[in-house]
């Protein structure tokens, strides 16, 4: 098959890379660039935990065609800290006891923190409506959605 | 009740799971080895066939190494070694060599340089099928004396056992004579109840990585609840010594159960390694992983006597559970089966049959709570039942006739039994009760309207651990090392796995705890294999903190004796003259003599003095057996309401009680029970693995969506969901805990089931209860 050259920023960095036009982009993020916060939970879109951030939008990288990524600007949860300071979706996640085995964290907390950019003042049920995709199987959801309201009006833009 | 201030036992530190909310948590599916290949596996479409013959020749000419049943060891094993070998079932090899008895069971698997390259492989494997039968589905025609033998024989320990009717083994229990009992019972009840089988749905789904050494041995990462019963496995079936088998201890992305076995995939990923002598990684897919595992189903008829004045008199349990294509653990499955139902109540006349049934679906294994939550669908459905008809309120009969303090508990089975110390389920029903406006509560018949409101009670437990006085037939004891670094930090190398419920947080702030040093200080986390290890059990049975973290509460405990001898002789005094306190402000450990503060050293600086004297490391190894199996209780407070047009059932509010004794980590403890009370949601309301009569697939096929577990939408909102401790203490665990993590599902379900009883006035016996099931239930009412 023949190789496409893309050219993308993720995490803040240039990348370029050859792919096949097959290639999905949670096989590149997470065997080429070893990435490997974004996790393989169903492969066709049903659970949420490959969700990254692409040009600040979530989508399911397991659906996602890595030649369509060209040009534009990723963010995976390795991404989100600045430097040793975490990111305020972090921070709560951690505060709130969200995280049990973590399997679902990652596309969690970029969920999360699109829908809070999104609308700043959610309300519970708008939280429970955006997050309905990303499925966590340990925790309930009930700490989650915790950890998220108390994020409102707290994300700075980033 | 003991009464102790602690520095770190009951406080959250945020810190614990920070690798997980950056990324940098390591599964085992983010492993990855220079030059290693990829494996995938070839399943069957068929739920019971001949193999005749597989052909791989055109795969490897692509470039692939494959492997079918005959390229495996002839070793029959059994994926499950917690119980002792003489009552453990062995009926399988790593690949089948003659017959498939699931459809999804692996018949032959080939790695190659790319995932892509290894399917391209896959598809060039050719099986040759030989006879093809239909499947048996249903308990009773795999049960019919005419129906086909899904195995001849199998073997218990080293003897053969033939099979008869697919009946893979039985299991009765009596306790005094239930004759007598029924006769002076006043009032007898009896129904038949079931339970479904449900699909863990981890989000992980199951993975191994196999480097082959160069003296021979394997290096395994695995997604496994306990890694050394992996290696004596493997090393059992490759025949490699077991000092050349190391299992790393990787994060779990949730198992629920689903890895208390060797994954079926990890002998499959080996035996790709050591024959293609490179590295192979095997990652399943979800659809894989849907057909790899399952909850245990139950049938169950209940019967059961009481007085007048609600004093129970005798019970009668028969239960029949299908086990799939394999069997992993029936046996003591069923034996715990019958623990949990002679534990709830005092039945004082018991009777307990249990078959276990061999079929062609997807083998059943552990679920959280390992046969609980389905007995106590029966037990509690049944005392809601019969203390309608005596006309007591059911928080009455259940303080009347409960198994607490005082009385024996049946942790694992017949053989597991200790005498409960601590029990909180008196406050729990009647402070459950003042929370959850008990007192409200209207009868069926005074409700109106579309939509019915109900609320329900039922209580559960789970053991913590399987450990009694004298061994039974499981395996438990736990381990670890401990050593102080020259510096005063700490590490704790334990086997003991973590599924995310926190028991590794569990086991650094009993260290912590023990030895005075700053949680951040103790490294638990990362790092070890079997070989850095000394042996766990397994993280089963809600075990974790009781047993392996009491295990390590032990060690810690040698290595504060071997450090205060060791200061002894620096303070010149003796080691019961020193004091060991926690000093915040330097953010050290420090040793003094007892009431003299300012003469401290730290523990860095006694650390440091072992190391430049030559003295050597502060440290200890040791196993410990927990003696005692103590019940963690909860209860379950569930209100529902019931849409009678639509058939819809939404749970609005809950009241939860625990009680875990002393509570460890008290944001994950919560964060348990909500966890189990969603999964619970699922068992009660909507999840089944259904499966096709004629050609025994499922009818998800393979699909969450089509599956569906709870999401967000499904669970109440966040303030109101209401979860509360009792006030225990308990006195053979560690600063008095013991656990929480099955209890928190066992009677989530019978209270859901209640509570929708109270709303319609309709009782339903089987799970899960459906929109469908809710509406064919209301017509027939009506129709009456
Ligand atoms: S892995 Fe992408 S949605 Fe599940
Ligand atoms: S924390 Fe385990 S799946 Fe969400």
């Not at chain 2, 399943?43 to 000419?61: G, L, M, T, V, W």
């Not at chain 2, 003696?627 to 639509?646: A, D, L, M, Q």
């Amino acid at each position: 098959m023949k190789k496409i050259e893309i050219e993308f920023t993720i995490n803040g960095k240039k990348r370029r890379l050859s792919v096949k036009p097959n290639d999905l982009l949670i096989n590149i993020i997470r065997n080429d660039l070893f990435l490997t916060g974004s996790k393989y939970g169903c492969g066709i879109g049903e659970c949420g935990a490959c969700t990254v951030l692409l040009n600040g939008e979530p989508v399911l990288s397991c659906l996602t065609l890595a030649a369509t990524v060209d040009g534009k600007e990723i963010t995976t949860i390795e991404g989100l800290a600045i430097g040793d300071e975490l990111h305020p979706m972090q921070k709560a996640f951690l505060k709130n006891g969200a995280v049990q085995c973590g399997f679902c964290t990652p596309g969690m907390i970029l969920t999360a923190t699109a829908l809070l950019k999104e609308n700043p003042n959610s309300t519970e049920d708008e939280i429970r409506d955006y997050m309905r995709g990303n499925l966590c199987r340990c925790t309930g959801y009930i700490q989650i959605v915790k950890a998220i309201k108390s994020c409102e009006n707290n994300l700075e833009t980033s | 009740m003991e009464k102790q201030q602690f520095d770190f036992i009951g406080k959250s530190f945020d810190i614990k799971n920070i690798g997980k909310a950056t990324g940098k948590e390591i599964y085992t599916c983010d492993v990855n080895i220079p030059g290693q290949l990829y494996a995938v596996v070839l399943r069957s479409p068929f739920p019971h066939a001949e193999i005749k013959k597989i052909d791989y020749s055109q795969a490897e000419k692509m470039g692939a190494i494959c492997i079918s049943g005959d390229d495996v060891p002839d070793i029959l094993y059994n994926e499950r070694i917690v119980s002792i070998p003489e009552k453990t079932y062995r009926d399988r090899t790593v690949l089948p060599k003659d017959k498939v008895r699931h459809v999804g069971e692996a018949v032959a698997a080939c790695a190659a340089e790319t995932e892509e390259e290894a399917f391209m492989a896959l598809k060039k494997i050719k099986v040759e099928w030989g006879k093809k039968w239909r499947p048996l589905i249903n308990l009773d025609k795999a049960m019919d004396p005419d129906a086909l033998q899904i195995y001849d024989h199998v073997y218990l320990g080293e003897e053969r056992v033939d099979i008869n009717n697919n009946i893979a083994c039985e299991r009765n229990v009596d306790v005094g004579d239930i004759e007598e009992g029924f006769k002076e019972a006043d009032e007898i009840v009896e129904r038949t109840f079931s339970t479904q089988r449900v699909y863990h749905m981890q989000m992980e789904t199951k993975s191994a990585v196999c480097v082959p050494e160069a003296d021979g041995g394997i290096t395994v990462w695995t997604t496994s609840q306990g890694i050394h019963n992996v290696r004596i496995l493997l090393g059992n079936i490759f025949n490699i010594p077991l000092s050349k088998v190391n299992v790393k201890r990787t994060t779990l992305g949730g198992s629920f159960g689903s890895s208390i076995q060797m994954n079926s995939i990890t002998p499959i990923c080996v035996a790709l390694a050591l024959k293609a002598k490179r590295s192979v990684k095997l990652v399943t897919t979800r659809e894989e992983d849907i057909y790899d595992h399952s909850k245990y189903p139950l049938k169950t008829i209940l019967k059961i006597g009481a007085k007048k004045d609600g004093t129970l008199t005798a019970a009668h349990c028969r239960v029949w559970v299908e086990i799939g294509g394999h069997n992993i653990q029936a046996y003591p499955y069923l034996g715990c089966v019958a623990g949990w139902f002679a534990s709830l109540y005092k039945w004082k006349n018991l009777k307990y049959e249990g078959t276990a049934v061999y079929t062609n679906k997807v083998p059943s294994c552990a679920m959280q709570g390992y046969g609980n939550p389905q007995i106590n669908f029966a037990v509690e459905s049944l005392i809601d039942i019969l203390a309608e008809k005596l006309d007591m309120d059911p928080i009455e009969i259940r303080l009347k006739n409960y198994v607490g303090k005082g009385d024996e508990f049946w942790g694992q089975g017949p053989t597991v039994r200790s005498i409960i110390r601590s029990c909180g389920v008196e406050e729990m029903l009647i402070e459950g009760s003042k929370l959850a406006g008990w007192d409200k509560r209207t009868l069926p018949s005074k409700k109106k309207g579309d939509i019915r409101r109900g609320i329900g009670v039922a209580r559960g437990f789970h053991t913590s651990g399987t450990g009694g006085p004298n061994p039974g037939e499981v395996i438990d004891y736990s381990g670890a090392t401990i050593k102080i670094n020259e510096d005063g930090s700490v590490d704790v190398l334990t086997a003991l796995m973590d599924h995310g419920g926190g028991t590794w947080d569990a086991g650094a702030k009993v260290v912590a705890e023990v030895l005075k040093v700053p949680y951040s200080k103790v490294s638990i986390y990362s790092g070890v294999d079997t070989r850095t290890t000394v042996f766990d059990v397994n993280t089963h049975a809600t075990r974790g903190v009781y047993c392996g973290c009491g295990a390590i509460k032990y060690v810690a405990e040698k290595v504060k004796e071997i450090l205060l001898n060791y200061a002894a002789t620096l303070f010149k005094d003796l080691p019961e003259n020193l004091e060991l306190t926690c000093n915040e402000e330097l953010g050290q450990a420090v040793i003094c003599p007892r009431g003299i503060p300012q003469n401290y050293m730290t523990l860095g600086e006694i650390a440091e003095h072992a190391h430049i004297t030559s003295w050597g490391t502060i440290a200890h190894t040791a196993t410990l057996r927990q003696k005692n199996c103590p019940p963690c209780f909860i209860t379950h407070f569930v209100e529902v309401e019931v849409n009678t047009k639509t058939g819809e059932i939404k749970v609005p509010r809950a009241v939860i009680m625990g009680d875990s004794g002393t509570i460890i980590n008290p944001d994950l403890w919560e964060g348990q029970i909500i966890g189990a009370f969603s999964r619970g949601l699922g068992f009660s309301l909507l999840e089944e693995t259904k499966y096709d009569l004629n050609n025994g697939k499922l009818e998800c096929n393979g699909m969450i969506t089509d599956y569906k577990i709870p999401t967000t939408i499904d669970m109440p909102k966040v303030g109101s969901i209401t979860v509360r401790s009792a006030h225990t203490y308990e006195p053979t665990g560690p600063f008095g805990a013991k656990g929480m993590g099955e209890a928190a599902l066992s009677s989530v379900g019978s209270a859901v089931a209640i509570a929708i009883y109270n709303a319609i006035g309709i009782r339903f016996y089987e799970l899960p209860i459906t929109p469908e099931k809710v509406l064919k239930a209301l017509k027939e009412k009506e129709g009456r």
